[in-house]
């Protein structure tokens, strides 16, 4: 049983060694470790390419980290006080957006935006003065970061409202019994005791954001995303450089996910 | 302002959010799928049933992923149910956490990177050139369904560990100690005891990994080489290589459906089996 269970972390662990191990590699080829260089690193981080992408990638995450965490927090507590046909609606809505594969999400995204697009684009060139160029929407960040928002929404609602549901209404009642004001009881008493499923779901939500190839493959238009790089990298034939950059992404998704799960086990604790 | 009408207040931002990026978007693709191609790529408007009518055309994608979808999902759960066994039953207090820490901790770097990591040892320099070197020539790997399947039980394989761990972890230790006081054999004891109250972890993690299974891309445009492909890759090629939205729209709704499906029935099997569910768990 021992000796399986250490097989199937090598089979885990093997091809992220890998990647990390021919990051270091001198040579060109990706397939032959010629010595020990750390050049690959330096070359990623000087590549204007990887750099822009990368920009993009954080911008992204952060914003849509941030309104999936403040939507989904407030959805989450205006939850707790609702029964009937809305909460059995917006529970529908919530599985849906976890259950429909990223692929039909980034694909539904994408047509219902072209076909928007061809109706406003058209009406905004007819109002704009015609001396200047008419504005015109298109697919690019303004579309990804609404995609992100929308998928990494549901994550923070399921995540705040397994917290929100563990906690005793006691506290909140005894803040209304002492006169405080709705707003008062939320900020004194419930948004401490959420604070760290909302801290630990935006941290997800960055890292599902930041990592999400497929959605943002549809939607990104002329937009190029970390992933997106890597992605096309890829096709074009595997250098170390590609490596340096996972093995780099790999380092700081797990420095993120950890602080989550520290800052989520923390609030697990019962506070006396 | 009353609670009530604070509380639809609160709701509605994440609402309009869901209802305008997710509801109206699936809704297009489901009028779409009655529509036809335009002569330039894209949409116009009608309604026929010829888009679905053409889906065997695509039959290829669906057997690829109706094939190897579940296999993939039941790999998964074959090699992780020992592993989450070992961890949940035969593992000391102090060193539970860390080793499940180790095994979430591949699920959590991006699958593009992990993926492609297969590449390596499944390409020519890799696991076929060790092959050769032992005496086993011409041995091809990548570009062939035995990649993908590797890729996608590799990808997978922690989110599976996870839920059955869960359930094995609730397991009251005392039944195991009670069922071989009564002299059971430790192999009836594990089909007669454990195997029964880890069906709720193995109805979750098997859902979880079969719903993001059935809608693969990366793994099979990166393992399968053009040559083993999914419905999500004929779904990138439609709406990408040939911008036939109609058609591409009448996949998109198949899948559906089909995973509908497939999950409903699954969940009343569970169901049958008496089961409660602790999806929350995973949370």
């Given at each position: 049983m021992r000796i399986y269970a250490v097989f199937v972390y090598v089979f885990l662990y093997t091809p992220i060694a890998i990647i990390a191990l021919f990051?270091?590699?001198?040579?060109?080829?990706?397939?032959?470790?010629?010595g020990f260089s750390v050049q690959w690193y330096g070359r990623a981080l000087n590549n204007p390419f990887v750099m822009d992408a990368l920009g993009n990638s954080l911008l992204v995450a952060f914003i849509s980290a941030t309104l999936a965490s403040i939507l989904g927090t407030l959805a989450a507590v205006g939850l707790q006080g609702v029964r009937g046909p809305v909460r059995a609606f917006f529970d529908a809505l919530i599985y849906i957006a976890v259950m429909i594969p990223g692929i039909v999400i980034g694909i539904a995204t994408l047509i219902a935006l072209v076909t928007v697009f061809d109706v406003v684009n058209p009406w905004l060139a007819r109002m704009w003065p015609d001396d200047t160029t008419p504005p015109s929407l298109s697919m690019g960040m303004g579309s990804l970061i609404a995609a992100h928002t929308m998928f990494t929404l549901a994550l923070v609602v399921i995540i705040v409202r397994a917290r929100l549901s563990g906690l005793e209404g006691a506290l909140s009642e005894a803040s209304a019994d002492l006169y405080a004001t709705p707003f008062a009881t939320f900020r004194q008493i419930t948004l401490p005791l959420i604070a760290p499923a909302v801290l630990a779901g935006f941290l997800l939500s960055f890292t599902f954001s930041f990592d999400d190839f497929i959605i943002a493959f549809f939607v990104a238009g002329s937009e190029t995303t970390l992933p997106i790089y890597i992605f096309s990298s890829i096709r074009r034939g595997i250098t170390p450089e590609v490596n340096a950059i996972g093995t780099m992404v790999m380092i700081a998704s797990l420095v993120l996910l950890i602080i989550a799960q520290l800052i989520l086990r923390r609030g697990d604790k019962p506070r006396r | 302002m009353t609670q009530r009408a604070r509380n639809w207040l609160l709701i509605a931002p994440a609402g309009a959010w869901l209802l305008v990026m997710l509801v109206v978007p699936l809704s297009i693709v489901f009028v779409f799928s009655f529509g036809e191609r335009a002569p330039s790529g894209g949409y116009v408007p009608a309604f026929t049933f010829e888009q679905y009518a053409n889906l065997p055309a695509r039959f290829t994608a669906f057997q690829n992923t109706l094939i190897l979808a579940p296999l993939g999902t039941l790999m998964a759960l074959l090699i992780a149910y020992p592993l989450a066994y070992q961890l949940a039953v035969r593992t000391s207090e102090k060193w539970k956490t860390l080793l499940l820490v180790l095994v979430i901790v591949p699920f959590w770097t991006s699958i593009l990177i992990r993926s492609y990591a297969w590449i390596f040892i499944?390409?020519?320099?890799g696991l076929p050139a060790l092959l050769e070197s032992i005496g086993i020539d011409d041995v091809r790997l990548i570009y062939t369904p035995f990649a993908v399947l590797v890729g996608i039980v590799y990808g997978y394989l922690p989110l599976m560990v996870f839920p059955v761990y869960v359930s094995l972890d609730r397991l009251d230790k005392r039944l195991l100690e009670a069922s071989s006081d009564l002299g059971a054999h430790p192999v009836t004891t594990f089909f007669k005891v454990t195997l029964p109250m880890s069906v709720s972890g193995i109805a979750t993690g098997c859902m979880l990994v079969f719903i993001l299974l059935m809608g693969e891309f990366l793994i099979p445009a990166l393992l399968g080489?053009?040559?083993?492909?999914?419905v999500g890759n004929a779904l990138v090629d439609l709406f990408l290589?040939?911008?036939n939205w109609a058609y591409g729209s009448a996949v998109a709704m198949m899948l559906i459906v089909i995973m509908l499906v497939t999950v409903t029935l699954y969940m009343r099997l569970i169901s049958k089996l008496n089961v409660q569910r602790d999806d929350a768990a995973l949370m």
């Open positions: 990051s270091f590699s001198a040579g060109r080829s990706a397939s032959q470790f010629e | 499944l390409g020519g320099r080489g053009g040559k083993v492909f999914f290589q040939s911008r």
